[in-house]
T-cell receptor
Framework: GAGVSQSPSNKVTEKGKDVELRCDPISGHTALYWYRQSLGQGLEFLIYFQGNSAPDKSGLPSDRFSAERTGGSVSTLTIQRTQQEDSAVYLC????????????FGNGTRLTVT | DAKTTQPNSMESNEEEPVHLPCNHS???????IHWYRQLPSQGPEYVIH???SNVNNRMASLAIAEDRKSSTLILHRATLRDAAVYYC?????????FGKGTSLLVTP
């Protein structure tokens, strides 16, 4: 079946512009996560959605970052007034509603801020 | 979450077994041990996870020390496709914390 889909796969933007990154999780997965990965680094947790519960936003690095999940499915991560340090690969993952369920990752959106 | 320690890199010959170690001396009794791998230009991929007993699946085996302070991911027969960064995570929550992992090089 279809895996986690992210779009765009690559995004180049100018400093100060806003960007929107999209994630389509696996159908039926109630948990959705956003991570980011800077070059040569591990993954940094950003935000977690679970069903209709309030999201865990504890990993968002600043108030320029926000995310929403509509209808319990598609999610968008928005970065306002992008900075060069926002350049990274943004990864989305989905999972079933059980703790310790395997996470299924998309291939990410590579964001470059010039 | 348990702090995990992994070697930065390892090398293996193709078709030989590979043992990837992970130390997690601060692991709590409820923290699972998760392994993921990340191939170049892809998102991480689930490999295996376990709590106390050794676990086997089609991809790998997970050997967990009796005191749970360490574990070993075993690839029984490495292929070139197994070249990736392998992440060991000790966690009981929903948001797994990925470190830098072990970069595995497989040579023909």
């Amino acid at each position: 079946g279809a895996g986690v889909s992210q779009s765009p796969s690559n995004k180049v933007t100018e400093k100060g512009k806003d960007v929107e990154l999209r994630c389509d999780p696996i159908s039926g997965h109630t948990a959705l996560y956003w991570y980011r990965q800077s070059l040569g680094q591990g993954l940094e947790f950003l935000i977690y959605f679970q069903g209709n519960s309030a999201p865990d936003k504890s990993g968002l690095p600043s108030d320029r970052f926000s995310a929403e999940r509509t209808g319990g499915s598609v999610s968008t991560l928005t970065i306002q007034r992008t900075q060069q340090e926002d350049s990274a690969v943004y990864l989305c993952a989905s999972g079933r509603d059980r703790v310790n369920s395997p996470l299924h990752f998309g291939n990410g959106t590579r964001l470059t801020v010039t | 979450d348990a702090k995990t320690t992994q070697p930065n890199s390892m090398e293996s010959n193709e078709e030989e077994p590979v043992h990837l170690p992970c130390n997690h001396s601060t692991i709590s009794g409820t923290d699972y041990i998760h392994w993921y791998r990340q191939l170049p230009s892809q998102g991480p991929e689930y490999v295996i996870h376990g709590l106390t007993s050794n676990v086997n699946n089609r991809m790998a085996s997970l050997a967990i020390a009796e005191d749970r302070k360490s574990s070993t991911l075993i690839l029984h027969r490495a292929t070139l496709r197994d070249a990736a960064v392998y992440y060991c995570i000790g966690d009981s929550g929903y948001a797994l914390n990925f470190g830098k992992g072990t970069s595995l090089l497989v040579t023909p």
